[in-house]
């Protein structure tokens, strides 16, 4: 079981930035494949990034440019960097984990973090 924290949402203005975190608790990230997915109210939820354990990274076209996963083992927390933010970011980024990159990319991962909120508005 990967228990996770997750931290560094909030409100920016459009073309703001923010660096959402997701920290395990118990087992390392490093064993798994990680990403983030995010779900607006009235939208479907949506893949935004995925990194697999062997280091190759997949984006949502929406994001691609804009933001970029990554993990720090030595922390065992996996960050979003999310730069030029656009008010349709609006959303909550829930973390997720699983053996296979494969079920990242799918959104049915077997590990989830509590979602955390980013609000993109002036």
């Known amino acids: 079981q990967v228990q996770s924290v997750e931290s560094g949402g909030g409100l920016v203005q459009p073309g703001g930035s923010l660096r959402p975190s997701c920290a395990a608790s118990?087992?390392?990230?490093?064993?798994?494949?990680v990403g983030w997915l995010r779900h607006a109210p009235g939208k479907e939820r949506e893949f935004v990034a995925g990194?697999?354990?062997?280091?190759?990274?997949y984006y949502a076209n929406s994001v691609k440019g804009r933001f970029a996963i990554y993990r720090d083992n030595a922390k065992n927390t996996v960050y979003l960097q999310m730069n030029s933010l656009k008010p349709e970011d609006t959303a909550v980024y829930y973390c997720n984990a699983d053996e296979k990159i494969a079920n990242v990319r799918a959104m049915t991962p077997n590990y989830w973090g509590q979602g955390t909120q980013v609000t993109v508005s002036s």
């Open positions: 990194l697999a354990w062997a280091g190759s990274t």
């Open positions: 118990e087992r390392t990230f490093s064993n798994y494949a």
